[in-house]
């Protein structure tokens, strides 16, 4: 992910590129060589010469190395999740905050342009049908399932229900690591929306899969795709139409919002708090699974 959020900067007319940092020397010497610019291993030593930072580490060092960077007073955005805890996040949140910086959580599905058509839509979402499923790669499984998939899914239902969180219920399998691979939860917002949000890693095929009920009004969102497809009461049947966007970048929409924030002095389109707010949902989720887990079989 390092590699692709670099090629973005690179690409953008809002940014110069000033280096690529790695742990490991050679794959920063690769980077950097593709895109024309500096290579270390420590990013501490660049800090007084960026105003932006772009950090895409293990989570285990988000906390670290986002913290360094706000506290030099360089703005961030930071791949999900946020932290791995919410003391970790608050923390981060309340450094950007003194500091008057940007601090941007890299929630891509954002930048979906169906999702993005269906979220400015009107009207209160009764509920809200999300399954996300992914063929096993090693990359992310540093974390779980919900921390890896399932909180993207997680912050798109936050962003559509616009209602504070109920109640959660959750389940789920270990398969192929030994951390959750398979996961679904059920979460109730006070408004009376209801959302089932499933994720699995360790899946055939790539799905992504987004379903919202409204009154009189039901859409069927292709996230891979980028088509809605909408089915309506009409007078006494009913009508379906479908509408399609034109595939995006999203990591480049994401980019340049992110500069943009920085430039005008604006709220980024997915704040740290939103961030925040997707981690504490998305721990309560893998609390509750781990819970049922570590019970005896009957």
Do not use: W
């Not at 009764?126 to 909180?151: A, N, Q, W, Y």
């Amino acid at each position: 992910m390092g590699r692709f959020h670099a090629q973005k900067l690179a690409a953008s007319y809002a940014a110069d590129l000033i280096a690529v940092v790695d742990a490991d020397a050679a794959r920063a010497r690769e980077v950097a060589t593709e895109l024309d610019c500096a290579a270390a291993t420590d990013f501490r030593k660049l800090l007084t010469r960026v105003d932006v930072a772009c950090v895409a580490v293990p989570t285990a060092r988000h906390h670290e190395v986002v913290g360094a960077c706000l506290d030099a007073g360089v703005h961030v955005l930071v791949e999900k999740p946020l932290a791995r805890s919410v003391a970790e996040a608050d923390d981060l949140l309340a450094r950007a905050k003194a500091r008057g910086l940007v601090l941007q959580v890299g929630h891509l599905e954002r930048f979906n342009p169906a999702f993005r058509a269906l979220a400015a839509e009107p009207g209160r979402p009764l509920f809200i049908d999300i399954e996300r499923l992914s063929p096993f790669k090693p990359r992310g499984t540093d974390v779980d399932v919900v921390l890896d998939l399932m909180i993207h899914d997680l912050d798109l239902v936050l962003a559509l229900a616009r209602a504070e969180v109920e109640a959660v219920s959750a389940c789920g399998f270990r398969v192929l690591t030994e951390a959750i691979d398979i996961a679904n939860a059920r979460i109730e917002f006070a408004d009376g929306c209801v959302a089932s949000v499933s994720a699995s890693r360790v899946s055939q095929a790539p799905v992504r899969k987004l379903r919202v009920f409204r009154h009189d009004q039901y859409v069927s969102a292709d996230l891979q795709g980028h088509r809605l497809r909408y089915v309506r009461r009409d007078g006494g049947g009913i009508a379906e139409t479908e509408t399609r966007f034109e595939r995006a970048d999203a990591l480049r929409l994401q980019t340049e919002a992110f500069l943009r924030a920085v430039r005008e002095g604006g709220a980024p389109e997915v704040s740290g708090a939103e961030g925040r707010r997707a981690l504490d949902l998305a721990l309560r989720v893998g609390a509750l699974i781990r819970e049922r887990l570590a019970r005896p079989p009957r």
